[in-house]
């Protein structure tokens, strides 16, 4: 029992540590990418090729002066970027980096959990993540911050149904719940080939619920100055900003599980190819980002329930008259 | 079995506990100088124009509520999806039935306009 709980409380350390690596490197590709793309540098300074920039940021959080506004109500104010980043870090412990391996003389599995329903737990713990926005928007005190907040959740509830139906169907093909097993189970056939359409679903569904451009409406920054975070400074700022880019990382890690055949690849298994797709995945919300222009709401409201939804509930039915006559 | 959510409780006081010690952290070590012009409601530099408060707008509601509908159709969807193979014709011909009664609500709530954003 000693030996367990010593292992697992270092594995969720070890786990955490790198998510936060991931996401602080996240916010340098970001930066990077949409530079080299405005045919600018971007961050260059602090270090190579600014590659100390988000540790420099992250010191930066800390020393800045926080505010709290007088309209704010405070304890939710407080409570709001908190709730938000524990909802995002607590996903990571679904997400499979790799199978077994053997190390000091023992097997340790790469992932800090196989729970028969951790499709469900993303889902759910994802949602979660919606209470630190709407929190901290209605909390401000300040309109456009409430407008932020409910705007966002009401999008991030509607997109959420296409992405289960998109996830129910990858369910049907690969037979479980489980994670590890949903990637075991693709180890001739990744299931990108199976599910296509899943893919394609889940991808546009899953940028909005990472509220990523083109779906970022809770700080649409043109219309709504900086949206639920506006009146936030300092370190509790930068708490969103965090749990905003660890949402992408479960997201990368998400589609690279769920469609790209997980720590599957060619040659050698490992959780090398686990990061080299969700590195790829993330790249790919940059890329797009510096692509498409921001909807309108209207027109984000309706393509979730007009299109998405019939489409996802159809290849449901597909998927299933698949399964039968194959 | 219950084991196995041990990790997810972890991971949860440590992202909890992350965000506390930020939070206490950077009041602690940033600077406090405070004015009444800073802590007054940010809305571009222009004066604060009307409440903050304003009633929100019905449709939000009705999003939630559809919402709520939809996705407990998703909660029936899983352990029959989990379980789809084994249970062959029977299974498909049940959740036909069971998505038919659905899209008919969808076409109804469509057809009231529910989907509409004005």
Redesign the interface.
């Known amino acids: 029992m000693l030996e367990y709980m010593t292992i697992?409380?270092i594995?969720?350390?070890v786990?955490?540590a790198v998510s936060l690596l991931i996401v602080a490197y996240s916010t340098w590709i970001e930066r990077k990418v949409l530079g080299h793309v405005q045919l600018r540098h971007g961050p260059r300074r602090v270090g190579f090729h600014g590659l100390l920039q988000p540790i420099a940021d992250g010191v930066k959080?800390?020393?800045?002066?926080?505010?709290?506004?007088?309209?704010a109500d405070k304890p939710l104010f407080?409570l709001a970027?908190?709730?938000?980043?524990?909802?995002?870090?607590?996903l990571?412990?679904?997400v499979p980096f790799g199978g077994k391996v053997h190390l000091f003389g023992r097997e340790i599995s790469l992932y800090?959990?196989?729970?028969d329903v951790s499709?469900?737990?993303v889902l759910g713990i994802s949602t979660l993540g919606a209470y630190g926005g709407i929190l901290g928007g209605w909390s401000?005190?300040?309109?456009?911050g409430?407008i932020g907040g409910?705007r966002g959740?009401?999008m991030m509830?509607?997109y959420?149904?296409s992405m289960?139906?998109a996830v129910?169907?990858v369910?049907?093909v690969s037979?479980?719940?489980s994670l590890v097993d949903i990637v075991n189970s693709q180890a001739g056939m990744w299931n990108i080939v199976k599910q296509p359409f899943a893919f394609i679903l889940f991808l546009i569904c899953g940028l909005a619920e990472i509220n990523r451009t083109p779906f970022d409406m809770p700080e649409a920054e043109a219309e709504l100055?900086c949206g639920f975070n506006?009146?936030y400074s300092?370190?509790?700022f930068?708490?969103f900003f965090m749990a905003e880019y660890c949402h992408m990382f479960v997201f990368a890690a998400l589609v690279t599980t769920l469609f790209l055949g997980g720590w599957h690849g060619p040659i050698v298994d490992g959780p090398h190819w686990f990061f080299l797709k969700s590195f790829l995945i993330i790249f790919f919300c940059v890329w797009e980002r510096s692509t498409f222009p921001r909807l309108r709401?209207?027109q984000i409201?309706?393509f979730g329930?007009?299109i998405m939804?019939?489409f996802g509930?159809l290849n449901?039915?597909l998927t299933?008259?698949w399964?039968?006559v194959f | 079995m219950l084991r196995?959510?041990?990790?997810?409780m972890?991971?949860?006081l440590?992202?909890?506990g992350?965000?506390?010690v930020?939070?206490v952290?950077?009041?602690a070590?940033?600077?406090?100088?405070r004015s009444r012009v800073?802590?007054?409601?940010?809305?571009?530099g222009m004066t604060t124009q009307?409440?903050?408060?304003?009633p929100?707008p019905i449709?939000?509601y009705v999003?939630?509520l559809?919402?709520l509908v939809?996705?407990l159709e998703?909660v029936f969807?899983?352990p029959w999806?989990?379980?789809?193979?084994s249970l062959?014709?029977f299974g498909?011909v049940e959740?036909?039935i069971f998505?038919v009664v659905l899209?008919v609500c969808?076409v109804y709530v469509?057809k009231k306009g529910a989907?509409?954003?004005?």
């Open positions: 697992l409380i594995k969720t350390l786990a955490f959080g800390f020393f800045k002066e926080e505010l709290i506004p007088d309209n407080l970027p908190i709730i938000s980043i524990a909802a995002a870090v607590t990571i412990v679904v800090l959990t196989d729970l499709v469900l737990l401000s005190g300040n309109k456009y409430v409910l959740t009401a509830i509607s959420e149904l289960a139906l129910i169907a369910i049907m037979g479980s719940m100055a506006v009146e300092a370190m509790k930068a708490l709401y209207d409201m309706a329930w007009k939804l019939p509930l449901i039915l299933g008259l399964l039968l | 196995d959510y041990v990790p997810v972890l991971m949860m440590v992202g909890a992350f965000g506390v930020a939070v952290l950077s009041s070590l940033g600077p406090k100088r800073k802590k007054e409601t940010y809305e571009c009307g409440a903050t408060y304003a929100t449709k939000y999003v939630a559809l919402f939809f996705d998703c969807m899983y999806a989990v379980h789809y193979k062959g014709v498909f959740m036909v998505m899209f969808y469509w989907l509409e954003w004005e």
